[in-house]
């Protein structure tokens, strides 16, 4: 049986009353983790914010100079048992920092309560499946924001420690799946990842590297933001059927240029390179596409290496929606099925690039 | 000098050479009556690992002659890769002998194979090798190292490897702590993370002529060794072997031995002070 280590309870000698782990999750499919999770590697060694909450875990990474951004919400549903405790004699704090710099927090309500963005039907029970839910229903009621942490971490190091005992072809006893403990005893503390295969047992510390609950949850400038009240053109399709399209590209190529085209509708892939320029046209009536919804025609570039960490991603999805606004930013947003009745999303946010941003990332050769 | 000789366990040979390569290219096989051993023992400096293999000739040949002046003893130095690649090819052969012969006055182990692909004609690559000196063999001997202070049964060695792979990511060293009450843990630490493996209810050998061993919590032993030396000894699983021993020398050594019925072969692999 898994030895739980981390009971932990710390006697505040100020107040007498008992700790308990900020944080303490259990799960025992670790592919669920992996699946959400891998996807959001941009980098090799790459950092990730991890905004924790009774609602569950909210990974972001950036990357590519920012032009892209990595989403993973993981619902305190998906555990077999999720603790969620913030510490008591920081609320006090808490509401003093928030009455300082309400004014300058404009864009607070916007980005804490993600919209209910998109819908998919599903086409056996018309139900519609929610992607990123309300991380805050109402960023105002101060008791609530006093119930969320944040925390950097280096995402390749935690990803590295979670599958200790995986092979490429899953967990090396076959058949066992490994059970995973996370735990955030106090904002001093490290990470704990403890994992439990048939017997063995493996512990690690992960470093923190920043951890914030007063205040700063409202420092997500460096954060994309994407205003889906502008969304001019969305398409709902098949993350095989995607696969398979962008396998075709030219990746040599190092831009991608992404066009909605209204009429006739059809979403269209084109590349640029030495060997020439070459155009994929997946029409909407094709088997694959779900749903399409244009607006206007749009046609915007952007990077190849962006698009690359999607395509890799799409092998943990089964569907992907892609939604691009007026300033051409490019949503997309992969629905993992972690079981039959199980759902998670992962969105991309991919900026577009402009000529001068090109010429300055990439050097033109003279003839 | 006379060597010939006709193979019997091919798998065996090639899994053996395999875990071998992954140690050092160049080794040492010193052919004897009973024995066949594989020596890699650069002498060059303490730091590397060192690896002494032996397995009974009847295990491997089928026919099997060494005659020379140094009490029918013969050792060759050779390059493992060449070797491995030579034995492969022999995977599609009925038949495949070893032969010591000498062209434009260089020593080489043929390596001949029979076999359908060449119309029955037999196949022979020759492998460039150097004659050891039993002068210069003498030179190469076993780490004498004191008793170990703790003996321990591995679990199965591609676990271990699976689980070290992971870990040689994230840090250099490793450290390996042992008591002789069945318990194990591998831990790495560096500035950004910490990891522990705990293995539990591990065996302890038995060793012939001695005593039996009493469980004691007490009794516990560390070493820090490099984790990459530690990952190219657990490439010895190819061997499917039906025991691996782990004996830590304080401050001195770690010693691995990985048994089958009919060899072993024993990895010493320096500590880290």
């Given at each position: ?184 005893p106090s904002p001093n503390g490290s990470l704990e990842i403890d994992l439990e295969n048939s017997g063995l047992v493996a512990s690690s510390e992960i470093n923190v590297l920043a951890c914030d609950f007063q205040g700063s949850m409202f420092d997500l400038g460096e954060e994309l933001y994407f205003d889906s009240s502008t969304v001019k053109n969305t398409l709902v399709m098949d ?129 | ?164 792979d992971k870990m040689k990511e994230m840090a250099n060293t490793i450290l390996i702590k042992a008591n002789m009450a069945g318990a194990m843990s591998l831990s790495i630490k560096t500035d950004i993370v910490s990891v522990q493996t705990l293995f539990k209810d591990l065996e302890h050998p038995q060793i012939e002529g001695q005593p039996e061993y009493v469980r004691d919590e007490n ?55």
């Amino acid at each position: 049986m898994f030895e739980s280590e981390h009971d932990l309870y710390e006697n505040d000698n100020e107040t007498n009353e008992e700790y308990q782990p900020i944080l303490l999750c259990k799960l025992v499919e670790i592919s669920i983790l992996n699946n959400n999770l891998i996807p959001l590697l941009l980098t090799k060694d790459q950092t990730a914010k991890i905004i924790i909450s009774s609602s569950g875990l909210l990974f972001t990474v950036m990357g590519g100079n920012k032009s892209i951004q990595a989403q993973s919400f993981i619902d305190s549903s998906l555990f077999q048992a999720f603790t969620f405790k913030p510490i008591l004699n920081n609320k006090q704090k808490l509401k003093e920092n928030e009455n300082e710099s309400e004014n300058g927090n404009g864009n607070l309500n916007q980005n804490l309560e993600k919209e209910k963005v998109y819908e998919m039907e599903n086409n056996n029970t018309k139900n519609t499946k929610h992607i990123l839910g309300n991380l805050k229903n109402n960023s105002n009621n101060h008791e609530e924001n006093a119930d969320l942490i944040i925390l950097r971490v280096n995402l390749s190091v935690f990803l590295e420690c979670l599958n200790v005992f995986e092979t490429k072809k899953g967990a090396f006893v076959s058949q066992i799946s490994t059970v995973v403990q996370l735990v955030f005893p106090s904002p001093n503390g490290s990470l704990e990842i403890d994992l439990e295969n048939s017997g063995l047992v493996a512990s690690s510390e992960i470093n923190v590297l920043a951890c914030d609950f007063q205040g700063s949850m409202f420092d997500l400038g460096e954060e994309l933001y994407f205003d889906s009240s502008t969304v001019k053109n969305t398409l709902v399709m098949d993350s095989l059927g995607l696969r398979l399209l962008l396998s075709e590209l030219d990746w040599d190529s190092e831009k991608i240029i992404i066009a909605f085209v209204k009429q006739p509708s059809m979403l269209v892939f084109q590349t640029f390179s030495p060997i020439g320029k070459f155009q994929l046209e997946c029409p909407t009536s094709s088997e694959a596409v779900n749903s399409f919804l244009s607006h206007i025609t749009q046609k915007f570039d952007y990077l190849s290496r962006s698009l690359s960490y999607v395509a890799k991603s799409l092998q943990y999805s089964t569907k992907v929606s892609l939604r691009m606004n007026e300033l051409g930013t490019l949503s997309l947003q992969l629905m993992i099925e972690n079981s039959t009745i199980n759902y998670s999303f992962i969105e991309f946010l991919i900026l577009p690039v402009t000529e001068e941003e090109f010429e300055e990332n990439f050097e033109i050769e003279e003839d | 000098m006379k060597f010939h000789a006709t193979i019997h366990d091919l798998a065996l040979l090639i899994r053996t050479v395999q875990s071998l390569v992954k140690i050092d290219k160049i080794g040492i096989i010193h052919f004897t009556a009973e024995q066949v051993s594989f020596i890699l023992d650069s002498g060059q400096t303490t730091d590397d690992i060192q690896v002494w293999c032996s397995i009974n000739q009847d295990s491997i040949f089928k026919t099997y002659v060494v005659e020379s002046l140094s009490e029918n003893e013969i050792a060759i130095e050779v390059n493992l890769n060449n070797l491995l690649h030579a034995l492969k090819t022999g995977q599609v052969s009925n038949e495949m002998s070893w032969k010591l012969t000498k062209k434009d006055n260089l020593p080489y182990l043929s390596i001949s194979i029979m076999c359908e692909i060449n119309n029955g004609l037999p196949l022979v690559q020759d492998v460039p090798i150097q004659i050891i000196t039993p002068q210069n063999l003498q030179r190469h001997k076993e780490p004498d190292l004191p008793e170990p202070d703790v003996q321990i049964m591995l679990p199965q060695l591609s676990k271990l490897q699976c689980i070290v792979d992971k870990m040689k990511e994230m840090a250099n060293t490793i450290l390996i702590k042992a008591n002789m009450a069945g318990a194990m843990s591998l831990s790495i630490k560096t500035d950004i993370v910490s990891v522990q493996t705990l293995f539990k209810d591990l065996e302890h050998p038995q060793i012939e002529g001695q005593p039996e061993y009493v469980r004691d919590e007490n009794k516990t032993a560390e070493i820090r060794v490099d984790i990459k030396k530690l990952r190219k000894v657990l490439y010895s699983h190819y061997v499917n072997p039906k025991n691996a021993v782990l004996c830590l020398v304080k401050n001195q050594a770690l010693v691995v031995h990985v048994l089958l019925d009919v060899m072993y072969l024993t990895y010493y692999i320096p500590a880290l002070l």
